[in-house]
C-alpha cells in the first residue's frame, strides 16, 4: 500500500515569488509520480509527472519537480508564480503495473495544497 | 474530442434517499475509475472498470455503492439509501488501454450533499 503526505494544506504567496509545495510518499514498492492541478470550478489536470529517467520533469507552464528516492519526496517548485496560478495541487503516486500484476494504475492522492497567489 | 463528463455536477439529497451519478469517459477509453473526495481529506480511488468489467473494487466503502458500466461505455454510480458520510465529490476519470503508462483523465466531479 502507498501513502502520499502533502504538508502544507494552505500556501499564500504573493506574484512573483518562488513558492515550494512539498510532497513525500511511502511505499515498498516502485511507483510512478504526478502532480495534479485542479482550478476554481475545474476537474483535475495532470500538471507533471515521473515515470523513469531524468529525475527533474517540467511542465509547459512553468513548474518543475525532483524525484529524490532517498528522501521519498516529489516537491513541486516554481521561480515566480503569477496570480493564475492559485488552484489546488495534489501529489498522487501510482504503483508500477508489474508490481500489482496489471495495469490497474490507481492512483493514491495525498490531501491536496491550496496555493493561493496575491497581487 | 469531448472530455470525460459527470452528471449531476451537483446533488442535494435527504439521508436515506437514493442517488445516481453518471459519468462519460472520452469515447474509445476502455479504462474508467471512481474516486471520492471527502471534505478535508484526500481523493480517494473507489473501483476500476476495464471495458464493462470490474477489475478491483477495493476501494468501494459498503455495499450501499453500486457501479455499474453496462456496454462499457457511460457507467453509473448508485448510492442507496444515502448517509450524511457519503457526502464529497466524485470524481470520474478514464484512461487509455494500454500496457504502458497513459495519462487518467478526470471530469469536473459531482458535488453530492446529504442533509
Known amino acids: 500500500a502507498q501513502s502520499v503526505t502533502q504538508l502544507d494544506s494552505q500556501v499564500p504567496v504573493f506574484e512573483e515569488a518562488p513558492v515550494e509545495l512539498r510532497c513525500n510518499y511511502s511505499s515498498s514498492v516502485s511507483v510512478y509520480l504526478f502532480w495534479y492541478v485542479q482550478y476554481p470550478n475545474q476537474g483535475l489536470q495532470l500538471l507533471l509527472k515521473?515515470?523513469?529517467?531524468?529525475?527533474l520533469v517540467e511542465s509547459i507552464n512553468g513548474f518543475e519537480a525532483e524525484f529524490n528516492k532517498s528522501q521519498t519526496s516529489f516537491h513541486l517548485r516554481k521561480p515566480s508564480v503569477h496570480i493564475s496560478d492559485t488552484a489546488e495541487y495534489f501529489c498522487a503516486v501510482s504503483e508500477l503495473p508489474w508490481n500489482s500484476g496489471g495495469s490497474n494504475y490507481k492512483l493514491t492522492f495525498g490531501k491536496g495544497t491550496l496555493l493561493t497567489v496575491n497581487p | 474530442e469531448a472530455g470525460v463528463t459527470q452528471f449531476p455536477s451537483h446533488s442535494v439529497i435527504e439521508k436515506g434517499q437514493t442517488v445516481t451519478l453518471r459519468c462519460d469517459p472520452i469515447?474509445?477509453?476502455?479504462?474508467l475509475y471512481w474516486y471520492r473526495r471527502v471534505m478535508g481529506k484526500e481523493i480517494k480511488f473507489l473501483l476500476h472498470f476495464v471495458k464493462e468489467s470490474k477489475q478491483d473494487e477495493s476501494g468501494m466503502p459498503n455495499n450501499r455503492f453500486l457501479a455499474e458500466r453496462t456496454g462499457g461505455t457511460y457507467s453509473t454510480l448508485k448510492v442507496q439509501p444515502a448517509e450524511l458520510e457519503d457526502s464529497g465529490v466524485y470524481f470520474c476519470?478514464?484512461?487509455?488501454?494500454?500496457?504502458?503508462?497513459?495519462?487518467?483523465?478526470f471530469g469536473p466531479g459531482t458535488r453530492l450533499t446529504v442533509l
Open positions: 476519470a478514464s484512461r487509455k488501454r494500454g500496457s504502458s503508462y497513459n495519462e487518467q483523465f
Open positions: 469515447s474509445g477509453h476502455d479504462n
Open positions: 515521473y515515470l523513469s529517467g531524468s529525475t
